[in-house]
């Protein structure tokens, strides 16, 4: 039985063998590039934990925090004082936010919506150091600190990432859905509302946990508002709220090696907050997305 | 009369049906009232012409057809007639659309009422993604129709020869549906807030066959009690479904093309001997 | 655009032009064969219907999947339906050239009357005439042609009603009278031949103006 030469040689010269050998090599820069970012990530999360680890129990996450030179407490105060900070922002931010967001992508005209959108994203890069003095300079001069101007700091912080998240998923709510609407006879702020909203939702959701993540970690815009407070559990915001990131500041400035070993566990407990949140909103943010897209 | 090995099978037809001639003519009234007066219609995107200087009554309780080749306009025109275009930014409009003897693009009128008068179907199903009451509850509740709307919905799903299909499971996600059931939702969703027109932006060209009949058929019912403009590219839909069809076709002139009214006329008569040689062209596939 | 379509119209359409030959050759077979008491050529003609009525059917099975796969609409369907009614009245024409040559058989032992037998030549000539300005109207389409079949069919009726006063004439003689009643017949044919032509002659004028309408008959003379 003859078989037919093929006219080409399937097999491949020394040309196709150096793409190959090419293509291979950047398979490898690419994958050990992803793994050195993956690597750093579990540096940093097992530094964090190996020197953490040992201090974490049931009651340092239960008990007031240690008088100077005390040894034991725990950090009770500063997860219900970063809670109700963190709460109070989203409170702001959220609300304000989304109807940023709602603004832009549905009710803006281009010439209108293009500096707006500019501010927004220039407020996400404000550094957060900036924002503290800000909040210092405005609210907290002059007054006793107070754990409302932190919450107003971290609602800043949070805002662009909130108004941007909310801009995407509106963004992916399928134009049909709108005319479908307004071709019933309803208004614009009818459809928003009733259609637009509630499909967003999903992504709405996750941007603010994503925010909130984001907000529990940050120290700068605390520093000066919420840096002096009690060592017990502190309800009311119109006091200095303790918390989490400037407590791990102070502790880390300390002379006593108690309190650094106090640092790395908070710094783990705020680590694993952050981490968890981020896992779950990405999970949800899939979910979402799958269903606005069909 | 078989030739070798060809076996001949006789089919076997159900008889003749009595058909009532004298109910049968009663059916077509001749004279028919006017919904819609469009006069010297031309609309623009920018300095684009989309379509020009269009002249056409469309009558009630009549299915108008509109087809043409591609970009034409047949699509802009619909939408001029319940103020869709609106929102796109660009868009002008000269001349008249009367409806009722009301000049729709007039001063004070509110385009959101325009649209719940004349309401819309579009090419591609597009179901909320809400549950399939809710789907056809959600205009009326927000338009201020609270009162009774079970039987609201329940009429409006009859009404688009869906009812059988999903009584038993009106709290599922309407996305559950098939593309030929999600457009009859859609079309009940329409006729849920009563309008008086019903305008088609090519209902069936995302849809199967099968799903394509159940729509023209439905078409059928709904015009005894809606007036129906639809859009459609293909000729043979607009044969077998529109009273009277009008044919657009493009015009190039120094200034650009711009999409013109050809001919307007009973369909019978346009798909026999239409009095347009273009017409003749398009319908005959020789051309577009 | 369609030029497949096109192409299959113009094959049907070429069929029923090849459908008309033949038909002028039986006729032509028919009216020899009687002319020349020709027993032969008269079964030979019968035998040859056989092949008009094959084209026949071929040309029905044509238009039947035309419809069904290409929806003909305007200008193509009336040129479709004009061709089906064509086919139709040609495959008649045929058939009443069989019955021309089945009389002459019957009757082709009777030494025949000239003058009778003249008419009978003068109407086939006249039919034979009117087919072939039907045929040509058709393929030229030609309006003016296809109205002028009435006034071919006017002098069919002439011929005709030399031909009755002959019969009147001869109709006494006893060893003619069979034959005689055999040739009413065939004139008989031969009027309708020509009808038939006219119809196709109205095919034609519905193809050209989309209107139907039937040509002046002898009934209503006004309406031309």
Same mark, same amino acid.
């Given at each position: 039985m003859a078989t037919l030469e093929p006219a080409l040689s399937l097999r491949g010269d020394r040309r196709v063998r150096r793409r190959r050998i090419v293509n291979r090599a950047a398979e490898w820069l690419a994958t050990i590039a992803a793994l050195a970012a993956v690597a750093v990530l579990g540096i940093v999360v097992w530094s964090i934990a190996k020197r953490g680890a040992g201090d974490l129990s049931w009651g340092f996450l239960t008990k007031s925090l240690p008088l100077f030179g005390q040894p034991g407490g725990g950090i009770a105060p500063l997860i219900v004082g970063s809670a109700i900070l963190v709460g109070i922002a989203t409170a702001i931010a959220l609300p304000v936010g989304v109807c940023i967001a709602v603004f832009l992508q549905e009710f803006a005209s281009p010439r209108v919506r293009a500096p707006i959108q500019l501010?927004?994203?220039?407020?996400?890069?404000?550094?957060?150091?900036?924002?503290?003095?800000?909040?210092?300079?405005?609210?907290?001069y002059g007054h006793p600190e107070n754990g409302l101007a932190g919450a107003y700091g971290l609602a800043i912080v949070m805002l662009p990432l909130i108004t941007r998240a909310t801009q995407e998923v509106l963004r992916l709510v399928p134009s049909a859905q709108r005319e479908g609407a307004l071709a019933l006879g309803a208004s614009r702020w009818r459809t928003v509302v009733g259609i637009t909203l509630p499909s967003a939702l999903g992504g709405i959701l996750t941007g603010t946990v994503l925010a909130v993540a984001r907000a529990a970690g940050e120290t700068a815009p605390l520093l000066f508002a919420t840096s002096i407070y009690a060592n017990t559990v502190q309800w009311d915001p119109r006091h200095a709220m303790p918390n989490i990131p400037v407590q791990i500041f102070i502790w880390s400035e300390s002379p006593d090696p108690a309190d650094h070993k106090r640092a790395w566990a908070s710094a783990l407990v705020l680590m694993l907050f952050v981490l968890v949140t981020s896992l779950v909103a990405r999970a949800a943010f899939v979910r979402s997305r799958r269903k606005l897209s069909r | 009369m078989t030739e070798e090995g060809n076996v001949h099978q006789?089919?076997?037809?159900?008889?003749?049906?009595?058909?009532?001639?004298?109910?049968?003519?009663?059916?077509?009234?001749?004279?028919?009232?006017?919904?819609?007066?469009?006069?010297?219609?031309?609309?623009?995107?920018?300095?684009?012409?989309?379509?020009?200087?269009?002249?056409?009554? $469309?009558?009630?309780?009549?299915?108008?057809?509109? $087809?043409?080749?591609?970009?034409?306009?047949?699509?802009?025109?619909? !939408?001029?007639?319940?103020?869709?275009?609106?929102?796109?930014?660009?868009?002008?409009?000269?001349?008249?659309?009367?409806?009722?003897?009301?000049?729709?693009?007039?001063?004070?009128?509110?385009? &959101?009422?325009?649209? !719940?008068?004349?309401?819309?179907?579009?090419?591609?199903?597009?179901? %909320?993604?809400?549950? $399939?009451?809710?789907?056809?509850?959600?205009?009326? !509740? &927000?338009?201020?129709?609270?009162?009774?709307?079970?039987?609201?919905?329940?009429?409006?799903?009859?009404?688009? *020869?869906?009812?059988?299909?999903?009584?038993?499971?009106?709290?599922?996600?309407?996305?559950?549906?098939?593309?030929?059931?999600?457009?009859?939702?859609?079309?009940?969703?329409?006729?849920?807030?009563?309008?008086?027109?019903?305008?088609?932006?090519?209902? *069936?060209?995302?849809?199967?066959?099968?799903?394509?009949?159940?729509?023209?058929?439905?078409?059928?019912?709904?015009?005894?009690?809606?007036?129906?403009?639809?859009?459609?590219?293909?000729?043979?839909?607009?044969?077998?479904?529109?009273?009277?069809?009008? %044919?657009?076709?493009?015009?190039?002139?120094?200034?650009?093309?711009?999409?013109?009214?050809?001919?307007?006329?009973?369909?019978?008569?346009? %798909?026999?001997?239409?009095?347009?040689?273009?017409?003749?062209?398009?319908?005959?596939? !020789? %051309?577009? | 655009m369609r030029v497949t379509f096109q192409e299959e119209l113009d094959q049907l359409e070429a069929s029923l032009q090849e459908e008309g030959a033949l038909v002028l050759r039986v006729l032509r077979g028919a009216l020899n064969a009687l002319a020349q008491r020709d027993v032969e050529l008269a079964d030979e003609v019968i035998a040859f219907d056989d092949d008009v009525d094959r084209l026949y059917l071929e040309i029905e099975e044509g238009i039947q999947s035309l419809l069904a796969r290409q929806t003909p609409v305007a200008i193509d369907l009336r040129l479709v339906l004009a061709m089906l009614h064509t086919n139709l009245h040609l495959e008649r024409m045929a058939d009443y050239s069989v019955t021309i040559a089945k009389l002459t058989k019957l009757v082709a032992d009777v030494e025949p009357d000239p003058m009778l037998l003249q008419s009978l030549e003068d109407m086939g000539e006249r039919a034979e005439e009117m087919i072939r300005v039907a045929l040509d109207s058709l393929a030229n389409r030609d309006l003016g042609a296809a109205e002028s079949l009435v006034d071919l069919d006017e002098l069919i009726d002439r011929s005709n009603r030399r031909f009755v006063e002959r019969v009147v004439e001869i109709v006494a003689e006893p060893g003619l009278r069979e034959w005689v009643l055999r040739m009413v017949l065939v004139s008989r044919t031969l009027e309708r031949i020509g009808d038939h032509a006219v119809d196709i002659g109205e095919q034609v004028a519905y193809l050209l103006t989309a209107e139907f309408r039937e040509f002046t008959d002898a009934s209503h003379p006004e309406r031309a």
């Open positions: 501010v927004v994203d220039l407020m996400n890069g404000l550094p957060s150091i900036v924002i503290g003095i800000f909040v210092f300079g405005l609210l907290v | 006789t089919v076997t037809m159900p008889p003749m049906r009595p058909v009532d001639v004298a109910e049968r003519q009663e059916a077509e009234p001749q004279a028919r009232d006017t919904v819609f007066d469009i006069q010297g219609l031309t609309a623009r995107y920018g300095t684009n012409v989309a379509i020009k200087d269009v002249n056409l009554e $469309i009558y009630r309780n009549l299915i108008t057809a509109v $087809i043409g080749p591609s970009g034409c306009g047949k699509s802009t025109f619909i !939408r001029c007639i319940n103020r869709m275009n609106d929102d796109v930014p660009s868009f002008r409009l000269d001349g008249r659309v009367l409806y009722h003897g009301v000049d729709l693009y007039g001063d004070g009128v509110d385009p &959101v009422e325009v649209r !719940r008068r004349i309401g819309m179907v579009f090419q591609k199903p597009n179901p %909320f993604p809400k549950t $399939i009451y809710d789907n056809v509850a959600w205009a009326p !509740r &927000v338009l201020g129709l609270k009162k009774e709307l079970d039987e609201r919905v329940e009429k409006a799903l009859r009404s688009a *020869a869906l009812w059988d299909e999903v009584k038993d499971r009106l709290k599922r996600s309407a996305l559950s549906l098939s593309g030929g059931q999600q457009q009859r939702l859609c079309i009940a969703r329409a006729i849920a807030i009563e309008p008086e027109v019903v305008l088609l932006d090519e209902p *069936a060209s995302a849809l199967d066959p099968i799903a394509t009949a159940s729509i023209e058929e439905l078409m059928h019912d709904l015009k005894r009690d809606y007036t129906i403009v639809i859009v459609t590219h293909n000729m043979q839909q607009a044969a077998r479904v529109a009273d009277r069809t009008a %044919f657009f076709s493009l015009e190039v002139d120094d200034s650009g093309r711009a999409g013109v009214l050809v001919e307007y006329d009973e369909t019978s008569k346009l %798909f026999t001997a239409p009095s347009d040689k273009r017409t003749e062209d398009y319908v005959t596939g !020789r %051309f577009g | -």
